[in-house]
């Protein structure tokens, strides 16, 4: 089969999925079932609450660390869907990332606070990171696999879902580290 030959049916392939998924989203999904209202709220009060408690003297270093966090964990979360590890059964729209409401708002926000605390009372990123990924990883990933919102496969496990958790944590912090010192360093210079 010739590269084009393929390109034409992983497209007849994703059209197909998209198909699937806007049924299933109309079905299952929609903002008539009780299950997208729960990722709604994991999606919008968390930026809520961002807005009234965010340090305005270090909006941008802040929003950067969230941003890289967001994009970390989007991209992660796309890679272990398409791979058959995890599934989100439930979602804001068929369009969008399934987990955009985790993804997108509650772990980069949930992570932002404790970078900002961190950061502003100097204390040890890494063991308030972790303890925050423990929250979600043994609290809050088995609540959303009992209420049927989400589906580990192909032995992947909470336990790994820490160690993720944590590892995307620990990027974004260096990042945002290097880039703080970096023009830091710049405008200090004459």
């Known amino acids: 089969m010739s590269g084009k030959q393929y390109w034409n049916e992983i ?14 989203w109309h079905q299952y999904s ?20 961002l807005l009234i408690k ?3 003297r270090r909006t941008l270093e802040i929003l950067f660390f969230g ?11 796309l890679s272990l869907i398409r ?17 955009l409401g985790l993804t997108a708002s509650l772990l980069p926000v949930s992570f932002m606070f404790v970078y900002q605390y961190c ?8 063991v308030w990171a972790s303890g925050l990924s423990a929250v979600f990883s043994f609290g809050f990933a ?12 192909k032995g992947l496990t909470i336990v790994h879902m820490l160690f993720i958790d944590i590892f995307i ?22």
């Open 11 to 24: 497209n007849k392939a994703s059209e197909k999925v998209t198909s699937l998924m806007h049924s299933y």
């Open 30 to 49: 929609d903002w008539g079932n009780w299950q997208f209202w729960v990722i709604l709220v994991c999606l919008l009060a968390p930026l809520i609450v």
């Open 119 to 126: 950061t502003k009372h100097d204390k040890n990123f890494l």
């Open 83 to 99: 791979q058959g590890f995890i599934d989100h059964y439930y979602f804001v729209l068929p369009f969008l990332p399934q987990g």
């Open 142 to 153: 088995p609540i959303e696999k009992v209420i049927g919102l989400v589906s580990l496969a």
């Open 169 to 190: 944590a620990m990027i974004a912090y260096g990042m945002t580290r290097f880039f703080v010192k970096f023009y830091t360093t710049k405008q200090q210079e004459p």
């Open 67 to 77: 941003y890289t966090v967001h994009m970390l964990w989007t991209y992660t979360d």
């Open 54 to 56: 965010l340090d305005r």
